[in-house]
């Protein structure tokens, strides 16, 4: 199963992969070189397959939980002052994730919108420091019954080119559900109220919409 940002780009990819392997039948005469290049290309195609993927996962609505809006690697969790939205101190906790992972967005917790905007800006890798104020970004706030207001932020990296952001002010929206897309890689920063217990540690690997990562 893909997810649908990926329909037209997969659609693509398998038309040059087509055209390019008929043209390398014809006009490469080695079939050693023909060889390599019809291989690379299915190569492509299978990678941006997987990057595009969206797997169908059973999801139980959590609502004394926050669930991690993405696969990934846990890279951050310290207490920071958040300068866009709450302007005081919350609880951050980002996942990175890397290009074989599942790229999509899901909210981490169920509510209303109450914030959503998108910032343009640089590409700078996902773990530098100042990338969550200064690349391509967009931040979406959730008002949640349980935790108050949940903000999580989906931040462009060096191969991310494109944020994909479904939240829409002032609509309910559940939780683990489909928020939006990174299309080539990235991080997600969610910023809690303070003395939330976090439930994961440093570099320990999570799902979408299925791994806890904080609780009341």
């Given amino acids: ?77 310290e207490e920071v002052f958040e300068k866009e939205y709450f302007k005081d101190k919350r609880l951050q906790v980002s996942v990175f994730m890397s290009p074989i992972n ?4 899901r909210y981490p917790v169920g509510g209303k919108v109450v914030y959503s905007k998108y910032h343009p800006g640089k590409y700078l890798v996902a773990w530098h420091p100042k990338s969550s104020e200064e690349n391509e970004r967009t931040t979406v706030v959730v008002r949640n019954e349980a935790f108050g207001e949940v903000l999580y932020r989906q931040i462009a990296g060096a191969l991310a080119k494109r944020i994909v952001n479904y939240a829409k002010l002032n609509t ?13 890689g990235s991080r997600v920063d969610v910023f809690l109220p303070l003395g939330t217990k976090v439930n994961v540690q440093l570099n320990q690997k999570v799902k979408g919409g299925i791994s806890i990562i904080a609780e009341k």
């Fill in 102 to 105: 599942v790229h999509v967005t």
């Fill in 1 to 77: 199963m893909f997810h649908k940002e990926g329909f037209k780009i997969i659609f693509t990819a398998l038309v040059i992969v087509i055209g390019a392997s008929l043209l390398a039948n014809v006009f490469v005469e080695n079939t050693t070189i023909r060889g390599g290049i019809i291989i690379s290309l299915i190569v492509l195609l299978l990678l941006i397959l997987q990057f595009f993927r969206n797997p169908k996962r059973n999801f139980l609505a959590q609502p004394e939980n926050v669930l991690s809006p993405v696969d990934g690697k846990v890279v951050v969790i």
């Fill in 172 to 184: 309910e929206v559940s939780q683990a559900s489909d928020s939006g897309f990174i299309k080539f």
